[in-house]
């Protein structure tokens, strides 16, 4: 159980085109996930925190315009990078919080973004 | 601001020796902790949480808490190559939006 999955893996975009990321809890309703970026040899860093049904809270100096949130139902969640440039390029990671229980997190396999 | 501490390392031990993993948090009210495995090119998969001081065994993980000192340890035994990875120390305080506070993580080389 606790399984969340994203799509896609792996994505290679050009500069000033936008990608989606999805992610989904599998066998769970999330009404919180998270979104995390992730450059080489760094720690995970939080961008912000969706809940269903309402806006994201954005982490400071993320850019709420560039990377759009929608929580739209208990098991999904998108993230949607805009304009993206080269220094976007990064591991992005989400994590959903079962609703059933308010002390673990599961992460998603994640998803490398490579902007050229 | 919450601050999570851990040395990067790496922290090189032979196969079948004990990995000692230590993690510092700065915020006294923090509540749940957890330790998280990366390994390269992956997302971190959650190997262990503990909540209350002491000790907490699962096969050859063992997590420490002691609060007042503010700090958490992981051990494992029995060192495997398999274990070569990254380690996530996280801290969560439920009084603030329940969001989880990871460390820099500690790189560990488990040599055969």
């Known amino acids: 159980g606790a399984v969340v999955s994203q799509h896609p893996s792996w994505v290679i975009c050009k500069s000033g085109t936008s990608v989606k990321i999805e992610c989904r809890s599998l066998?769970?309703?999330?009404?919180?996930m998270f979104w995390y970026r992730q450059f080489p040899k760094q720690s995970l860093m939080l961008m912000a925190t969706?809940?269903?049904?309402?806006?994201?809270?954005?982490e400071q100096g993320v850019e709420k315009d560039k990377f759009l949130i929608n929580h739209a139902s208990l098991t999904l969640s998108t993230l949607t990078v805009t304009s993206a440039h080269p220094e976007d390029s990064s591991f992005y990671i989400c994590?959903?919080?079962?609703?059933?229980?308010?002390?673990?997190?599961?992460f998603g396999p994640g998803t490398r973004l490579t902007v050229t | 601001q919450k601050e999570v501490e851990q040395n990067s390392g790496p922290l090189s031990v032979p196969e079948g020796a004990i990995a000692s993993l230590n993690c510092t948090y700065s915020?006294?009210?923090?509540?749940?902790f957890f330790w998280y495995r990366q390994y390269s090119g992956k997302s971190p998969e959650l190997i262990m949480s503990?909540?209350?001081?002491g000790d907490k065994e699962d096969g050859r993980f063992t997590a420490q808490l002691n609060k007042a000192s503010q700090y958490v340890s992981l051990l494992i035994r029995d060192s495997q190559p398999s274990d070569s990875a990254t380690y996530l120390c996280?801290?969560?305080?439920?009084?603030?939006?329940?969001?989880?506070?990871f460390g820099g993580g500690t790189r560990l080389m488990v040599k055969p």
């Open positions: 969706s809940n269903e049904g309402s806006k994201a809270t954005y």
């Open positions: 066998d769970f309703q999330a009404t919180t």
């Open positions: 994590s959903a919080r079962d609703q059933a229980s308010i002390y673990e997190q599961y």
């Open positions: 915020d006294r009210v923090s509540q749940s």
């Open positions: 503990i909540y209350s001081n």
């Open positions: 996280a801290v969560k305080d439920w009084n603030a939006g329940n969001m989880l506070t």
